[in-house]
Structures are given as C-alpha cells and as structure tokens.
C-alpha cells in the first residue's frame, strides 16, 4: 500500500493547486485573493468593477515572440505556459488576431491548470481564418469571430459572427471590439503581437503580463510595435511587478499607473 502523501502539482512553479483553487474561489465571489506575492497578479481579474483588459506576450530577452521564420514554439518554460493557462481560466473571454491562427492553430482552451475555458474570440476582419482551424471545430469552448460589413465568412453553425463596422484606416477600432464584447467583462488579449500592440496603442489595456524567457533569437518579430516617440518621456512607464515563473520572469504591468520620468 502506498503511505505516502500525495505531494499537490505546483501551479507556475509558485503556488499549490489548493492556492489556485482559492484564487478561483476569490474569482466566483468577485472579491480580490487573500494573499501577498505573485497572487496579487490575478486580482484585476477577480474583483473587476468594469470590463477590463489584460494583455499577455511571452517573449525572449530582446523582445522577440518567434524567429524570422515563425518558429515560435515554444519561447516560454513550463511555469509560465502554466501562468498563461492561469490567466485564460480567469477571463471570460480570450482575444487572439487571425494572425496567431494562421500560424499556430491554436486551442486557446485551459488545460494544463484547474479551470474553465473563456469563449474564445477571433479578430479577423477579411475573412482569412483557415476553414480547418482546430477552434472553429473542437466545440471545446464558445467560438466567437470579429469581422468587417459586408465580409463573406463561411464557418460551422455554432460559430458566432460579430460584424463592426471598419474605421477610416480599414481597421477595427479597439474600442469598437470592447463594445461588441460588452457582455464579457474580464478580457485576455492573448495575441499575437499586432493584436497585443493595437490594444496599447488605444489605451484600453489595464495590464500587460509579460514573460520574458532568458534567450537570445536576435532577430524576428518583436511583441510590441508602436508608432515612432521622439523622445524618452513619452514613453509608458508603467508600475511593474515581477515574479520568477521556472527559469522565466512575469513582468506584471499595470498600464493605468505610469511611474513619473
Ligand atoms: N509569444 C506570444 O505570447 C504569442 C502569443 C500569440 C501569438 N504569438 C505569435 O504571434 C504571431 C502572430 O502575430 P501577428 O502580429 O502576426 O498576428 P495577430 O496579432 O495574431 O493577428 C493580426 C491580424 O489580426 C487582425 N487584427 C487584429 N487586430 C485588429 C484590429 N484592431 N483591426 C483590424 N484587424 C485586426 C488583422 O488581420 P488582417 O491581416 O486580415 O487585416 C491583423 O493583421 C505568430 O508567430 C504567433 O506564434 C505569440
């Protein structure tokens, strides 16, 4: 017979099953964690009082999301994937660009923590999502897609269309996507980068985890493109957490408090 005790999986390398499940617990009740350190980085999402946006993008130690041929599997350790399953099972919503379809087919369900899956959210605005994408199919979660007026999309039944209508640039406004998301309250943005970058650009984004793997790719596309500063002080500079997930380090940005120049 086995005597021993069975030792609980550790959660992003920093807490227990029993530390997430009250996490979770905190989430149902709508109040903020009981708890100091790297919890403290879920509270945003556990007691919301409007609708709130936090932005995820796991990159090397220069800024790079893949190398320039797209191989981007995977940049983050094990924690910190952990941390990002963590984060999807907070939200009611999850928000990637047809971009990180195209590239990755992913899932974009919780799997590898305790947890519900969000619907999962696709911002696709001329109609390029793949007809064999895996989300479009697994019926494992609400599947809802973004599109533009008048675009011809040709998708399986349960799949929710939402139209918005583009702005002057041909784009979708963030703001318009917030309002034809307004029945979701906590919203991950998961990526990929254009999608994380458009959502800072407009000042939606409460907070910003970002994973920084200690690797060199050197070069490849960066996980935040904005439009050129002339100079340092216009620059955000955003309070900042950080927490050690494995070998990687979360970089929990609150982007409502800039820390003065
Ligand atoms: N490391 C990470 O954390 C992470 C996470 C996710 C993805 N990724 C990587 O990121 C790469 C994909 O990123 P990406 O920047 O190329 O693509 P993306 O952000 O996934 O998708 C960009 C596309 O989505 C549409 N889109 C997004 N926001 C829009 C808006 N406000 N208005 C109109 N259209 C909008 C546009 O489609 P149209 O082009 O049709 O106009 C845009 O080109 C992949 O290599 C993937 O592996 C990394």
């Not at 350190?37 to 709130?52: H, M």
Request: net charge negative; glycine share 8%; hydrophobic share 40%.
């Amino acid at each position: 017979m086995n005597i021993e005790p069975s030792v609980p999986k550790t959660i992003a390398g920093l807490m227990n099953c029993a530390e997430w499940q009250a996490v979770l617990d905190a989430w149902k009740r709508g109040t903020a964690p009981d708890a100091e350190g790297y919890v403290q980085a879920f509270s945003p999402l556990c007691a919301p009082e409007r609708q709130t946006f936090v932005g995820q993008l796991g990159q090397s130690i220069d800024g790079r999301i893949a190398t320039a041929t797209g191989d981007s599997f995977y940049i983050n350790c094990q924690e910190a994937l952990d941390h990002l399953h963590c984060l999807r099972a907070l939200c009611d919503a999850v928000v990637v660009g047809v971009g990180t379809v195209v590239a990755d087919n992913p899932q974009l369900t919780v799997r590898r923590v305790p947890g519900e899956s969000a619907s999962r959210v696709i911002i696709d605005p001329n109609g390029r999502i793949p007809k064999d994408a895996c989300l479009l199919h697994d019926e494992a979660a609400p599947t809802i897609v973004l599109t533009r007026d008048r675009v011809t999309l040709d998708l399986p039944a349960h799949v929710e269309v939402r139209r918005l209508p583009e702005a002057d640039d041909g784009r979708l406004c963030c703001h318009a996507i917030a309002e034809a998301l307004s029945d979701f309250k906590r919203i991950l943005i998961e990526g990929g980068a254009c999608t994380v970058s458009r959502f800072i650009d407009c000042g939606l984004l409460d907070r910003l985890h970002v994973m920084v793997a200690p690797l060199i790719i050197g070069a490849g596309p960066t996980g935040i493109q904005l439009p050129p500063l002339d100079k340092l002080s216009e620059a955000h500079r955003p309070m900042a957490a950080m927490h050690q997930l494995g070998t990687d380090w979360l970089l929990d940005l609150d982007l409502k408090q800039e820390l003065p120049h």
